[in-house]
């Protein structure tokens, strides 16, 4: 595959002839080719058969055309596999049958060293025998997240418990989320070695965090995610959500594109992240998720406006700022892709 793919010139922070676009949670719940085929299959075993999860990652290419393919997969599966009990609830997310709660509890999880990759590797290699020259983005949590999802009985909406372990258990938090770090990195290299091209590292709920818990308690342990990446010759999107006041820190973390969501425009968010003139990154989004369900005439122009945005930064890839909403109207989604396309 060339490094002149416009996917993967914009992800290094070039800026490409064509705009390149694809959604977060493409592979998924809002498409019906998905949902016929999750029918027998619950959520870990589509994500840990070979043949399904290739499908799955395939299917929007398929449909819109999209300049890459995600990964299919939860951000929990490589705990899955390394043995710990967690089920997937609808309307809840993963559930873990033995949380956290103290530090002896981080002793037990962390005895967990590692998981077979077999079938991971294995799905992203049919996946890109089909993929042919569209880029497969491998994926992982970031730690925190990874970790907000291990501690407590419950999860609160700014994650209280695990930000309260975090404060209370210092030593317990950096052995959990390095663990947690580790984790992620090799469920990274499981899909790089099955032919990905670049990674995304998801810090789904780092927007709880202040820039001083941000700095303390979880850059060092992203940078192992980002920098294992690296190591194995990928460039990474670092994505969060609820970020704007972190932006500049997460750039601190290595990678080379940063992901925005739609709460700030992409100049602002340009601003933030670049040090001076002669510093450029690459960003990544930031349609509001809410535009797939309002008119056209308001979803053209401010997709208009999102692709002016992006001309701030040194490269651009045009992305929803969060995941596609399972009740979103597909042909809209092709819509948006299509207008990106025409775009330049």
Same mark, same amino acid.
């Given at each position: 595959?060339?490094?002149?793919?416009?996917?993967?010139?914009?992800?290094?922070?070039? /800026?490409?002839?064509?705009?390149?676009?694809?959604?977060? /949670?493409?592979?998924?719940?809002?498409?019906?080719?998905?949902?016929?085929?999750?029918?027998?299959?619950?959520?870990?075993?589509?994500?840990?058969?070979?043949?399904?999860?290739?499908?799955?990652?395939?299917?929007?290419?398929?449909?819109?055309?999209?300049?890459?393919?995600?990964?299919?997969?939860?951000?929990?599966?490589?705990?899955?596999?390394?043995?710990?009990?967690?089920?997937?609830?609808?309307?809840?997310?993963?559930?873990?049958?033995?949380?956290?709660?103290?530090?002896?509890?981080?002793?037990?999880?962390?005895?967990?060293?590692?998981?077979?990759?077999?079938?991971?590797?294995?799905?992203?290699?049919?996946?890109?025998?089909?993929?042919?020259?569209?880029?497969?983005?491998?994926?992982?949590?970031?730690?925190?997240?990874?970790?907000?999802?291990?501690?407590?009985?419950?999860?609160?909406?700014?994650?209280?418990?695990?930000?309260?372990?975090?404060?209370?258990?210092?030593?317990?938090?950096?052995?959990?989320?390095?663990?947690?770090?580790?984790?992620?990195?090799?469920?990274?290299?499981?899909?790089?070695?099955?032919?990905?091209?670049?990674?995304?590292?998801?810090?789904?709920?780092?927007?709880?965090?202040?820039?001083?818990?941000?700095?303390?308690?979880?850059?060092?342990?992203?940078?192992?995610?980002?920098?294992?990446?690296?190591?194995?010759?990928?460039?990474?999107?670092?994505?969060?959500?609820?970020?704007?006041?972190?932006?500049?820190?997460?750039?601190?973390?290595?990678?080379?594109?940063?992901?925005?969501?739609?709460?700030?425009?992409?100049?602002?968010?340009?601003?933030?992240?670049?040090?001076?003139?002669?510093? /450029?990154?690459?960003?990544?989004?930031?349609?509001?998720?809410?535009?797939?369900?309002?008119?056209?005439?308001? /979803?053209?122009?401010?997709?208009?406006?999102?692709?002016?945005?992006?001309?701030?930064?040194?490269?651009?890839?045009?992305?929803?700022?969060?995941?596609?909403?399972?009740?979103?109207?597909?042909?809209?989604?092709?819509?948006?892709?299509?207008?990106?396309?025409?775009?330049?």
């Amino acid at each position: 595959m060339s490094e002149q793919n416009s996917f993967l010139k914009a992800v290094r922070g070039l /800026r490409p002839d064509k705009t390149p676009v694809w959604f977060m /949670r493409q592979a998924g719940r809002s498409l019906p080719e998905y949902r016929r085929l999750r029918t027998d299959n619950d959520m870990l075993t589509a994500c840990t058969t070979p043949d399904l999860a290739a499908e799955i990652t395939l299917q929007p290419v398929r449909r819109y055309g999209v300049d890459a393919a995600i990964f299919f997969s939860d951000i929990v599966t490589p705990l899955y596999l390394a043995g710990l009990e967690v089920e997937i609830v609808p309307g809840k997310g993963p559930v873990f049958s033995d949380p956290v709660l103290d530090p002896k509890d981080v002793d037990r999880l962390t005895s967990h060293k590692g998981f077979d990759p077999d079938c991971i590797t294995q799905a992203a290699q049919i996946a890109c025998a089909e993929l042919d020259e569209t880029p497969l983005i491998a994926f992982a949590a970031a730690p925190f997240t990874l970790a907000s999802y291990l501690i407590g009985k419950t999860r609160s909406k700014n994650h209280l418990e695990a930000r309260a372990f975090m404060h209370s258990y210092p030593d317990a938090w950096n052995r959990l989320a390095r663990w947690c770090a580790d984790m992620s990195a090799a469920f990274l290299a499981a899909q790089i070695a099955g032919g990905a091209r670049t990674a995304q590292v998801f810090d789904s709920w780092v927007g709880d965090l202040s820039r001083a818990d941000y700095q303390k308690y979880c850059s060092e342990h992203s940078r192992v995610v980002i920098d294992s990446a690296h190591a194995h010759g990928v460039p990474v999107i670092h994505f969060g959500v609820g970020a704007a006041s972190l932006l500049d820190l997460m750039r601190d973390v290595g990678a080379e594109c940063i992901g925005v969501d739609w709460r700030i425009p992409l100049g602002e968010a340009v601003k933030l992240i670049e040090h001076g003139p002669g510093d /450029r990154f690459a960003v990544q989004g930031n349609i509001d998720p809410a535009i797939l369900f309002a008119s056209q005439q308001v /979803r053209h122009e401010h997709i208009v406006q999102v692709l002016a945005e992006g001309e701030k930064a040194a490269a651009h890839i045009v992305n929803l700022g969060h995941g596609i909403p399972p009740n979103a109207d597909p042909a809209i989604l092709q819509e948006i892709v299509d207008q990106v396309h025409e775009s330049r």
